[in-house]
């Protein structure tokens, strides 16, 4: 089998795998043509991948010739144009979001995975893009946030008098905003944390912050450590109670989103013009809509005083890291497809696998993506 890796759009400076992980995949008799510059950015030059054992290609020729292509984004027209019945594509392209692609993979009959739907269970935990991704988001977020703030994130005692630390409110405790608390602790600052998954209540608090609890929250087993849609009166309460507690802080960081879903509105316009000029709020969720209203993907936005940032992909701002983990987590995932002798081997009885896989010899396979499909006919 040979595996094609793909360089990412002009604004990403990831790479889908390094040349550590090239050789690991040619240990395991896989042959891989790796596109031009591929790993430039993440400071991986293609000498590098070519004594790892990667034939390096023009995009063209390795769309032709690989049986399996990995990348990072989805595929631009021209990929799409190029991809054959029975190719594999793998990359994260949020299928519940992207009806378009999802269809388009199933008429050209290709098999397609997209990362960002990995089961998350504790054997699937080293496959988890998402939450690698997630850790590099949540301490970058924090960084930002201290170099946008004109406060400093520590207490100092000086002969100048005494000078408060910052007040840093966490909104999602998952992966980013566990490791966004961590961050601001470090540095100093009091974190509050607000999330609607009862169980983040101890996590958070045993990391030095105080959970922000709203009382009544929905919080289902099935939704596999997600959170999940919460009722109006529910959303009344935490809006209210966020408010009261934004209000008083200097530093925000909004992490919280629902798999396939807009993510939930936290901050309203109201709240941050209650917030003290210089303040500042981080925005990961800003792709999928954001949970300030006044956020805007990819830009900053100065209401009232306060600097919103709207940036969901700050895992480009740390390239080598940031490849290192998601390369692992490929191979991790490739590990499970993979025979002895390099093949690609698909079972579909592994949860894992079928969990991830968005279409298959024309038909939807993931239980999520199925029902999406289901919801498009009807």
Sequence with gaps: MTIGLLKEPAFENRVALLPEAVQTLVKMKVNVVVEKEAGVKAF???????????????????????????GIHPPEKSDLDALREGQVWMSVFQPLLNKPLVET????????????????????QAMDVLSSMATVAGYKAVLMAAVNSPRFFPMFMTAAGSITPSKALILGAGVAGLQAIATSRKLGAVVEAFDVRAAAEEEVKSLGAKFVKVEGARDEASAGGYAVEQTEEFKEKQRQLIHDHASKSNIIICTAQIPGRQAPLLITKKTVEAMQPGSVIIDLAASTGGNCEVTKNNETVIHHGVTVIGNSNLPATMPSDASKMFGKNVINFLKLMIDKEGALQLNFEDDIVQGTCVTHNGEPMSERVKKLMLETIS
């Design 44 to 70: 991986a030059a293609d000498a590098l991948y070519q004594s790892a054992g990667a034939e390096i290609s023009e995009r063209n020729a390795l769309m032709k010739n690989a049986d399996f292509i990995v």
């Design 105 to 124: 993979f199933l008429q050209k009959k290709v098999t397609a995975f997209s990362l960002d739907i990995i089961p998350r269970t504790t054997r699937a």
